[in-house]
Structures are given as structure tokens and as C-alpha cells.
């Protein structure tokens, strides 16, 4: 019963790790870069949310209204400033700028608000630790649910902008070639600062679930990096329901992990990704067909 | 005399009188510890350490186009490994180099996988293994979790003789690795390293074995990080872990391979001792140091990615180091047409 | 009214110059033939023409403006749209998402997708398939018709007939006809002479990346034009790569 439970708390974690994974996949899919601050953008949010409520007394979910579109202009001019200039400067250049972006949002963070760790949690009441107990030992957080929820919703959302609108279709016409698509009248790097607004967006919103759920401070963006990153390598990079499989089967290792050890908690993590890369590189098309299945078939 | 005919040579007036300058320069460090004060002798430590660690990230990265945003990882095992060996008995120094070998050697395996991944994959890949490293290293009740253990068989030596000691090893570790990259520059397989990394499908039509060279590379940058680990360790005497898995030290690599310039050997060099500097005169000031080392990475890699060196190297037709070839034509008093690759 | 004066062009790939010293015009309506043997420049100078590719010396005007600086997509914006060598279609997205992109041009007129589809009977029942599962005569019906959504006044077409078995071709050429009398001017690129001669009023020829010969197809004989196209009675040329 407790190995049911935990695989379930694994897999509402595994919400939480789609919510977070999003924007990193969606950055990597269309743009073919990994944005090295996406972590500390994450965090960033949640201490913007986190200066909302504690200063002016702006709960958490209204003040992602303000929030959110502010992550996207960040991202908006994330691309034209940083992003864009980096990707002509060859393969190193995006990975070199971002990680140092992160190394300065993690110590101006530090620098404003000092070590100590914040939450949300304190500001969404009873929301924080309600749950529904199915059974004695089974139980589902209601935050939890709320945040798997909320990442099947986005992801979902997402896809429907990518695929019906014509903003979407330029977006996924630019990442595929973005040499032609300007002949079809696609303005590229217009298309490109739309997807990186779009993906701050939703780190934003991860953000928002990130402080709610447990509680940060200002270096904890790196953790969250990783933890997106690993969940979608495991789902496939690039494909967005992929990224939330990912999330599930890391969340649900780490769970299991923890178990065994406090630690194991993120060990597990760390060996269900090498063990999901491992498959995927060696057993080749074994490894293609667990991916197909796990569903990243359905390619952004 | 009949006017020569055009002839390739490899030193220049230049890369002599560098190579002589550096040789001096190795023999005034070698007496260091008899010339210098315990001050002087502790901070030119540092730098050699700081040297390693910027010539093999710039290796990886300048060389192989590989950025690896992970090398902590072998950073912390290399200390990890030292302190073990040194605990079950073998010699503190020898510790130090039979730990960096162990660890360079466990790389090799890992190459194999890593080196599948490509791009910002591999970077985050490489985290991965850092951080899944530094767990595993906690787990040892040696260590005591974050609370750390140290090299306590270091006090079995005298303050001064100790100091000296890891003088020595550390100039040795920094001038062999120098000597070790400089030689795989000069050779066949420094030619493949540069054209993999302008064009690595290109260089295996050619018939460059591109994966070998690879993993050579990512294989000695493991050990120079672990060696830079190990002496880091005999300086500091404390090992905690949290601050030798840090992904800080690649954040130090990155500064100093981006503002000394890279791919390139002098930059290694150069940016090291302005790291050595900035870390001296602004270490002090927290968290607006980072800031800095972070906008200056983000400025470098954005507007200048070559760095001093390589803003040097494009305004002088200079080269110190006789890497590359230099075509001399008869009818012409400089050397043209040289083979040195652009970032 | 001249649609497209191309002045004095060159275009580099790298130190290789592949359009040298280029001059042509097209007025409204019309359809141009260029023609020239493999490497002579024709794919490069209708890139740089919709600014694909950049221009090293030249200028090129379009309905009087100077378009030299301005990017691909405000080049398709004012009415010049590219049919690229290769197809070059979008592999992941629809037919219909392909045709559709073009809106993004910004321009409405007679070609709607519905007209599309009716000029390309073969696309109807492909609408919803991805483009990268469509034979090569459907994606060169595809590409043609991406390009027609943009409802542009001059339509660039490089190579349409690559790949595509005779009967395909002439089908895709008939409909080329049709486009004729709908009022845009072409510029085509084809290898295949007999066709390039037959559908255009005038021709161009390419030898090296400058103009070999020109004039309307009618006056130009067999023989003026083998000569052109291959540099027969030429002396061969070595030319440096320029600085």
C-alpha cells in the first residue's frame, strides 16, 4: 500500500515536472536551444510571486496575472537580446551566455532577498496540505492534483496553439527550417521571440507551483534545471507530451528512490535518467519503440 | 643566393624566444619555495591549479567543441579519491596523482556514453554526472555528508615542507599537462582535434576518427580536473563536498577559457591569471563578484568569443607557440596563410 | 510597368563569385525563361532576388523600390514570392498548413486555399496529409501553391520540373498556362529547354554567373542558345578567387 501510494505521489510529481520541463522542451524544440537559466528564471517567478503576496498582499494565483506576461516580455527580450545574437555565434555561445545569465540572476537573487528559503504556501491556505485520502495510506494532495492538472491543461493548450493557429504553425514551420520560412512570409525572428514569451510563460507558471509545493531560495534554480532537463531527455526532447511522461517516470523513480534513503530520492532520478539514455542509445530501436509507446510519437 | 623556394616551417623568431622565456621562467618556479615568501608560494599554487583547470576546460571545449558544464564532477572525485587513498594508507602525495589516474581512468568508460549526447545535452548531461557524483560521495561515512572530513595525513609534515611540497607537485601537474597538450597539438591527432571541432562529419570523410579523438580529449580533461581536485584538496586541507561538486568551478573554467580565448593554448594561460587576479582583488566582495564573473561570461561569449588572446592573435599576426603550420613564400618577408582554426 | 530591375547583381558563396555583374527586368504579366547549364548562377540570383541570399554588389528594385536591404518575408510581403529548387516544403505540417503559412505574407486576393485546391485537382484529397509523405509531383504542387497564396505579382520558380516523371511536368506546366493569363509574372528556372522556350515570351541565359544571352524566345535560334548555354566559342576564363 505504501509502494501504491508513493508510485502515485510520484506520478502527481511527475505534473510538477511537466509544468517545469515545458518551457525547456518547447525552447529546445522550436529554437534548438537549451536555455542554461531556465532554472533561475523559474525562481525568479517565485519570488516575484513571493514579493506580491508578502508585500502587498496579492495571492499567488492572482498575482500570476501579472506574472506570467511579465516572464513573457523577460523572454521576449531574452531572444532578441541574448538568444538571438548567441545563435550566430555557433553551437557554444547559447549555453556559454545562458549559464552566465544564470550565475546572475541566482546572486542578484541572493543579493536582494539573502539565503533564506521562502514559500508560497503560507499564502494559499489550506490548499498547501489538503488532500483526499482514498484510503488509509493512499492519499492525493489536492495542490498536487491541482498541478498535474494545470500541466496536462498547459501542455494540452500548447499543443492546440501550435498546431491551429497560424502563429503556432509559423512557429513549428521555423523550427523545422528556419532558412525558407521566410519566403512564406514568416518573419523569423518575430516567430522566435513569440516562443521564447511563450516559454517564460510557463516557467512562470512552474515557478508559481515551484514555491507553492515547497520552498526555495536563490540557488535553487540549478535543481529544477536539472530536474527539467532529465524529464525531457527521458520523454523525448521536443516533444511535449513526451515531457510529460518524462515527468511522471522521474518523478515516480525519485518516489520509489526515496524509500530507500533520503538521498535516494534524487539518486534514483539520476540513474532512471542515465538508465533511459543508456536504452535509448544502445538498444536503438528497442529504445525507440519504450519512447514511441511512453508517447513521444506525437512530435510538436 | 637563388631566391628559396617556398618552405613550411613550424617555429618562428617569435615561438623561439617564447618557448625560451617559458623554459626560464619554469626554472625561476622550480626554486620558488627557497626564493619566494610562504605567502607568494601559496598563492602561485592557486594559479598553477587555476591553470590546469583552464587548459583542460578549454580542451575540451576550444578543441572538441564540447562544453561541459559538468567537469566538477571529476573536480570533486579527484579530491574524493585522494582523501580515500591517502585514509587507507597510501602516501598523501602520491595519493594526490594515483587518484587523478583512477579518475581519468573510470572517465574513459563514461565517455562512451557521454559523448553520444550533443550540445547544450551533453553540457547538462555532464551536470548530471556531477551532481549524481557528489551524492554517491556523500554516501561514504568518510566523508560525513556535507559536514566534509579532511587530508589530516597532510599534518604529518611541517607547514613549511608541506607548502613546498604541494609547490612542487602542483608546478609539476601544470607543467606536465602543459607539456601533454602541447605535444597533442603539434601531432597528427591535434590537427584531427581542430578539424573536429570546426566540422566533425567533415574531418570523418577524411578519415579522422573522430570518437577516439574525442574521448581522448574528454579523458585527459577528466584527469587534469581531478588532478586540479587532488591539489586543491592538499592546499585547503578541507573536503566538502557541496563546495568541490559545485557547478562554480565550471562557472571559474568558463571565465577563464572565454576571457583568455578559446581554443587557444596562450589563452588557457592568459585567462587563468586573470582569473587569478580578479579572484584576489574582488573574491572578497561576495555575491557582486559572481554577478560579474557571471555578466563578464555572458559579455564574452555574446560579443568577444575569443577572448583577449584571440583579440590579439587577430590584430598581430603573433603566434608564440609553434602549433600549426606557417606557409613562407619567397616573394614575401612575413609568413602567410596560417592554419590556425577561428571559434 | 517594370516589376523587377535587377542591376549590376553579384552574389558570393564565399570567395566563389556566382553571379557576376547580373542585369535583367520583368515587366507585369510577364513570363521570363532562364535557362544556363548546372553551377551557372540561376539558383543563386533568384535567391538573392527574394533575399534568401545576400547580395555582395548590385541592387535590385521591385515595383520601383529599392528591396536590396530588406528581408525575405518583406520582400513576400510586397509580392514576390519564391517556388525554391528542392521544394523546400515544411515536412511535419499539412498540405493545408503549408498553404495556409502563406497568409502570413499578409496578402489576400484570388488565391484563397479553395482555388489552391482547384487549381491542383491532386491536392484535394491530400489536404490533411503531411507534406513530407507526398509524391514529388504533389510537393511541387504543394510548393507552387504555398507560393500562390501569397498572391504575389511576381512568382520566382526554380526548377519546378526536378524529379517529376514527363507526365507530371506537363500537367504542372499546364497549369502554369493557366497562371499566365491570371495576371502574375513568372521568372522560371528549367532545365529542360524545349519547355523553358515554349512556355516563356522571353529568355535569358546564364553562363558562369552573368548573362550569356538574351531576348524573346521566338528570335533566339537553336543554335544561338546551345552556344550560350554550354560557352561554346568562348575562351575558357581563370579567375582568381577575389579577395
Redesign the interface.
Known sequence: MIFINQVLQGVLLGGYYALIACGLSFM?GVMG??N?AHGSLAVVSAYALYVLADRFGVQPFIGLCVVAPLMALVGWALQRL?LE??AR?????????T??????L???L??GFGADTRSLAPYIGDLSYDSWALTDQIAIGKLAALTMAVAIVLLGGVQIFLNRT?IG??I??TA??P??????????RRVNAVAAAIALATVAIAGAFLGMRATFDPYAG?TQ??FA??AS?IGG?GSLWGTLAGGIVLGVAQSLGALVNP?GF??AG??A??AV??AR?FLGRFGERVRIAVGGAI?T | MSASKAAVERWTPESRIAIGAAAVVLVVLAIGPSIFSANAVDKLTTLFIYVILALMWNALVGFCGLVSIGQQAFFGLGAYAAIRLANSGVGVYPSLFLGALIVGALSWPLSIVMLRLKGGEFAIGMWVVAELAHLIVNLDTLVRGETGTSLIELDAYSSASRRALTYWCALAAMTGLLAIVFRLLRSPLGAAIQAIRDNDEAAESVGVRVVSAKRLVFTLAAFGAAMGGALWVATALTFQPKAYFSPLWTAYMIFMALVGGLGTFEGAILGAVIFFAIDTWFGAMGVWYLVGLGATALIFALLFPRGFWGWFEDRTSLRLLPIGYRLRLPSLNRATADRRPDT | MTLLQVDRLEARHGQLKAVRGVSLTIESGETVALIGANGAGKTTLLRTIAGAHRIAAGRVAFKGEDISSRSPHARAALGLALVPEGRRLFARLTVEENLQLARSAGRTGAWTLEAVMDAFPNLKDRRRALAGTLSGGEQQATAIGRALMMNPELLLLDEVSLGLSPLVVDRLYARLEALKSSGVAMLLVEQDLNRAMATASRAICMLEGAVAIEGPTGSLSREQVTEAYFGLNKSPRAEAPSP
Open positions: 529546445f536551444v537549451i542554461l541574448v545574437r548567441s555565434g555557433g553551437l557554444l555561445a547559447p549555453v556559454l551566455s549559464f552566465g545569465l544564470s550565475i546572475i541566482d546572486n542578484l541572493f543579493q497560424l504553425r509559423a513549428r514551420a523545422e527550417d532558412d525558407t520560412v521566410g519566403l512564406v512570409g514568416v518573419n523569423a540549478a534545471l536539472i532537463f532529465e531527455v526532447a538521498q534524487f539518486i539520476h540513474i535518467f542515465f539514455l543508456f542509445l512530435r
